[in-house]
């Protein structure tokens, strides 16, 4: 039988989809059942901030590799920058695992270089990623950087781009038609 696929590269899979055809990421999420808040973390992750990964890959390999390995390349490296909570070995451990199975040893040696080198220039990269235009620094496309730069200014498009790349507060509205606020926040606690 065909070994189980991990979390790492069934996201890996889905980004490289993306990547080809253009389809929208949460459709390709559809699929997705094991792990389904791990992947989607990875995959909409991976998207968001795909200039930035890319940037950093080609500063640790000599070329970009073709779409299929660079998704798992920039999915690995995501974790590794923006994934505080996931333990370095594993994700290099699980992604190079990721990449054996689906393109074998060669492929999987290339990704653990890149994602090895990674871990040892974390702050050359970070500070290097600092030194770049706003676009790849956050991640945002050229032509949206460009119009917000001629519209608000270079500084406040900083703070734009910034901002945007903040992530969304949790809001709890209570229902008090189904439940009060001390049952909800009984609730809540427990």
């Given at each position: 039988?065909?070994?189980?696929?991990?979390?790492?590269?069934?996201?890996?899979?889905?980004?490289?989809?993306?990547?080809?055809?253009?389809?929208?990421?949460?459709r390709l999420m559809d699929r997705v059942q094991?792990?389904?808040?791990?992947?989607?973390?990875?995959?909409?992750?991976?998207?968001?901030?795909?200039?930035?990964?890319?940037?950093?890959?080609?500063?640790?390999?000599?070329?970009?590799?073709?779409?299929?390995?660079?998704?798992?390349?920039?999915?690995?490296?995501?974790?590794?920058?923006?994934?505080?909570?996931?333990?370095?070995?594993?994700?290099?451990?699980?992604?190079?695992?990721?990449?054996?199975?689906?393109?074998?040893?060669?492929?999987?040696?290339?990704?653990?270089?890149?994602?090895?080198?990674?871990?040892?220039?974390?702050?050359?990269?970070?500070?290097?990623?600092?030194?770049?235009?706003?676009?790849?620094?956050?991640?945002?496309?050229?032509?949206?950087?460009?119009?917000?730069?001629?519209?608000?200014?270079?500084?406040?498009?900083?703070?734009?781009?910034?901002?945007?790349?903040?992530?969304?507060?949790?809001?709890?509205?209570?229902?008090?038609?189904?439940?009060?606020?001390?049952?909800?926040?009984?609730?809540?606690?427990?």
């Amino acid at each position: 039988p065909e070994p189980s696929k991990n979390a790492r590269l069934v996201a890996a899979e889905i980004v490289q989809q993306w990547m080809e055809t253009g389809d929208f990421p949460d459709r390709l999420m559809d699929r997705v059942q094991a792990d389904r808040g791990f992947v989607m973390e990875l995959v909409y992750g991976a998207v968001k901030w795909k200039r930035q990964l890319e940037w950093v890959l080609s500063h640790c390999s000599k070329h970009l590799p073709e779409v299929p390995l660079r998704a798992h390349a920039i999915v690995g490296i995501y974790q590794l920058l923006h994934l505080d909570q996931v333990e370095a070995y594993a994700a290099v451990n699980e992604t190079v695992a990721g990449v054996k199975l689906r393109f074998g040893q060669a492929q999987a040696n290339f990704v653990n270089a890149v994602l090895r080198r990674v871990l040892r220039e974390r702050e050359g990269l970070t500070r290097g990623l600092a030194g770049q235009p706003v676009g790849v620094r956050t991640s945002h496309p050229e032509e949206l950087v460009a119009r917000w730069e001629r519209t608000f200014g270079p500084e406040r498009t900083a703070a734009l781009c910034d901002w945007n790349n903040t992530p969304a507060s949790v809001v709890l509205r209570v229902n008090s038609a189904r439940v009060t606020m001390k049952d909800f926040l009984s609730r809540l606690a427990a």
